[in-house]
């Protein structure tokens, strides 16, 4: 695997919240979710919708700890504490995304369930067995894997429910595809084939894998509308490679939800 660089990972989540990104977005840094109950609905909200499918999934009592891993601004952090009443603690590696999800808890009365750092998932700064669950939503595949796991059985509770949302690769994903991802946007994709092994040596039992790609992927070029990219185009500002490179994840990637379960 080519090396992980994290300051170039900040870098880029950085400089989208300069770029004003999260207006866009409305603060939802991963994908949207389109089923027969909501075809029409904007990028925004299916992606609150996809936070919501999510949650759904959390098995997690109010005044218990859940850890966000990769929590970008905090938004799916906020929904999750005010569906379930639970105190969560969200990481990212972007300054600029930590301070903003600071500001939007604080706006939204959620400072004291809530608390975002920077700081690298990897190396969580907390006692082995902290949380009563946790997940990694799109964030995981920019951080080594089988490190990520290891770092989240540490820091859960034998019987916590860990979600991981995020792309996976198809039979017929390009070596292409595969390097412009690493090279361009830090991303390292796996098989869904390789999670039953990667969690087991780390602790966890794996419970399922939901393969929604036709709610996310398949829908996702119809449905971006020329202002609402949220890819930044590869090598180039040019429009037309923001959509290229959308219909090139949209082609070679599926995306899964995993629920494992710590032992
Ligand atoms: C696509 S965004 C998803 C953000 C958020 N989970 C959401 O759904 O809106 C990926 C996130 O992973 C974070 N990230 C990537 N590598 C990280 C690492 N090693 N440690 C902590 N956060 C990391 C980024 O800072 C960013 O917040």
Redesign the pocket.
Known sequence: MNS?K?EQ??KM?DTSIERGDEVILQ????VGYWDETNPNASFAEA?ERF?QIMIDKVDIQAGERFC??????G??SMQLAQAKGCFIDG????QS?QKRAQQLAAEAGLSDQTHFIV????EMPCEDASYHGG?????IY??DHRK?LQEASRILKPGATLLI?EFSTRPTTTEEFIAVSKEYF?CFFINEEDYPELLDTVGFDLIEIDDVTEFVMTPLIPKLKSDSEYIQPIKSDNKSDSRNNLRNMSENLKYIIVTAQKR
């Open positions: 992980i994290l990972i900040a989540y603060g939802h840094f991963h992606a936070t966000d891993l990769g929590c970008g601004i938004v799916p990481i990212t590696i972007s995304q700081g690298n998932a990897l997940w990694f939503f799109e964030s920019h951080m990520a949302a830090h």
